[in-house]
């Protein structure tokens, strides 16, 4: 008996230090847990792990700051060089219309039909009729007192085209103004003349002289005169005031001349709105332009711009013009062309204002003043 019970105690230890030694290894197990009371256990992190798990380094920009360079300012061509341009395009264009005057001038006898062969020459070269018999009256008369040798012919011909032309023309350009405020020129013309592309032309020009300008876009109805005039001032760091598109003319042009006032520019420079469809429209733009812009300074020249290949239709569209605004000049554009040169006398006999500027050709410096013995001796070649 006593034995049994020895061996029941000692079985009942045993498992009591099991069951203890168990419970114990299970605390310090759940001890080692992460706080969070998770069931995974990750394993340690790796290197590798460590730089994929890290927020990453910014970026550090050693590449110099790109400057965005302003756009090159053009040196725009001066007068001298223009002039010589002048003869020689008019004098390959239109060389035909004096050589062929000298050609029957030099003719042994002079007859009524050489003189008929002249004058059918002169009104092909759209002189215009009435122009066209005065300068063959004072041919005749003169050819008959002096000879009619070949140099003769020639120089006599020279005078008498010369004075057809003007000399008694001021062909200035009044581009500044008095008591320090700029000169104020208003650029008028029908649509496709070449107006805006005018603008900028003369732009080039004075700034070749070294005047200040400030541009005007008041053509607001055509977005594209505006972007035009923008880029044009841009190629000869000359400022451009605008207006939003289809705002009011009159607006721009005041801002443009207020503009001018203020930074104390030479010349302000107007594109105005050519649109032919409403004449009574159009007068009361320009009339209102012109009123406004004289609130700050005066107007100093109107310059109307007519195509030379557009003939008796240039003429039509001039005299629409002269009645609506004063028009103190004419730029002649695309007279290299087409044009005949005559165009010159008949439209200034129209008008009784004279031609200052001529358009020679598309490139940028391919305008300049009108001189009338530069332009006799191109025809006569």
Same mark, same amino acid.
């Given at each position: ?34 706080? &969070? ?23 550090? *920009? ?37 050589? &062929? ?45 002096? &000879? ?7 120089? =006599? ?78 190629? =000869? ?88 605004? *004063? ?55």
């Amino acid at each position: 008996m006593g034995d049994w019970l020895y061996l029941i105690i000692g079985i009942a230890v045993v498992g009591v230090l099991t069951l203890a030694g168990l419970l114990t290894s299970g605390r310090r197990r759940r001890g080692d847990l992460p706080s &969070g009371g998770t069931d995974v256990i990750a394993p340690p992190p790796t290197e590798v792990d460590t730089v994929t798990d890290a927020p990453p380094e910014p970026a550090v *920009d050693t590449a110099e700051p790109l400057v965005e360079e302003p756009p090159a300012v053009e040196r725009p061509e001066g007068t001298a060089s223009r002039l010589v341009r002048l003869r020689q395009r008019l004098s390959r264009s239109q060389g035909g219309l004096g050589k &062929g005057l000298l050609a029957l001038l030099s003719r042994d006898k002079l007859d009524e039909d050489t003189w008929e062969e002249i004058e059918d020459t002169l009104l092909t070269a759209d002189i215009g009729v009435a122009p066209t018999q005065a300068l063959v009256e004072k041919l005749r008369a003169r050819l008959r007192v002096e &000879g009619g040798q070949a140099p003769d012919a020639r120089a =006599v011909l020279r005078e008498e085209l010369i004075e057809l032309v003007g000399t008694d023309m001021d062909r200035r350009v009044q581009v500044t103004g008095t008591d320090g405020k700029p000169g104020v020129v208003l650029v008028v013309g029908v649509n496709g003349a070449g107006k805006t592309t005018t603008v900028g032309k003369i732009a080039r020009i004075l700034v070749a002289e070294d005047l200040r300008v400030t541009l005007g876009a008041a053509d607001t109805f055509r977005a594209a005169a505006v972007d035009q005039l923008a880029t044009w001032g841009e190629r =000869v760091g000359v400022e451009v005031v605008r207006g939003p598109e289809g705002g009011d003319p009159a607006s721009v042009a005041f801002e443009a001349v207020k503009h001018g006032i203020d930074d104390g520019v030479d010349t302000v420079l107007v594109d105005t709105a050519g649109r032919l469809q409403n004449k009574a429209g159009l007068m009361d733009e320009l009339g209102k332009i012109k009123r406004v812009v004289e609130k700050q300074a005066p107007v100093t020249e109107v310059l109307l711009v007519l195509d030379a290949t557009t003939g008796q239709n240039g003429l039509i569209q001039a005299r629409v013009f002269s009645e609506i605004v *004063d028009v103190t000049g004419i730029v002649l554009t695309k007279l290299d062309g087409s044009a005949k040169g005559g165009i010159v006398v008949q439209v200034q006999r129209e008008l009784g204002v004279p031609v200052k500027l001529v358009g020679l050709g598309e490139g940028a410096d391919d305008m300049a003043p009108f001189d009338a013995a530069a332009f006799v001796d191109a025809l006569l070649g």
